[in-house]
Every structure is written in structure tokens, then in C-alpha cells.
């Protein structure tokens, strides 16, 4: 359940942020927007959905590190994202690059938990 809160502030973000470039008439943003709603709502969400059908899951050790690296990569990624179009600071690519290697670390180890712990009785 935990998974799906957090994701709801990522749809409201995403959600006020293209809400703001439409008003504004400036898609610099494009690419925050779109990373917090695929990787931020769409993706938590359905991972929050298979954890809480599949507790087992939300439970595994791969369940917890995929929690961390994806709520720990996932902001770093977007802060980055957002402050080098803003500033035009290409200075801040290592700090990106590092979220979106946490983040896509923690997408591999969720991928890996459901293959491991998935079990074909308990999808029937």
C-alpha cells in the first residue's frame, strides 16, 4: 500500500507540472513530466498493486531493495532532471545519471522478485 500512496504524489506532481506547462505554453519540462509519470505513478502503482496481491512478494528481501533504490533513485533522477533545465546546468548529468541507475537497479531487482517469487498456483 505503500507503494501506491507514494505514487499518488508523483501523479499529482505530474499531473500540476504538465497542468503548468500547458498554462505557461513552455514544454522545457517534458521530460520531468514524463519521467514522474511513468516511472513515478504508472510504475509504483503497479508495483504497489502486485505487492499488495502477492504479499510474498512485498515481503522478499528483492521486494525491499526494489523499494529503496526506485524511492531513492527515482527523486534524485527528477531533482537533477528539473534543476539542469531550469538552470541549464549540465553539471548536474552525474547526479541523473546516478538516479537512473538507482532507479533502473531497482526496476531489474523488482523484475527479478516477481520471476523468483511469482509462483504459477498463486497467479491461477
Known sequence: MTL???STIYFVMGILLGYYMSIVHDYALTPVHVHINLLGWTAL?????????FP???ASKLGKIHFWLHNIGLPLMMAGLF??????LE???PVIAGGATLTTAG????ALNVWVHL???EAA
Do not use: V
Open 83 to 88: 534543476l539542469m533545465i531550469t538552470l541549464q
Open 119 to 121: 509462483k504459477e498456483e
Open 56 to 58: 510474498q512478494l512485498a
Open 107 to 110: 526496476i531489474l531487482f523488482f
Open 91 to 93: 553539471s548536474l548529468t
Open 4 to 6: 501506491i500512496k507514494i
Open 45 to 53: 502503482t503497479l508495483a504497489g498493486i502486485l505487492y499488495h496481491l
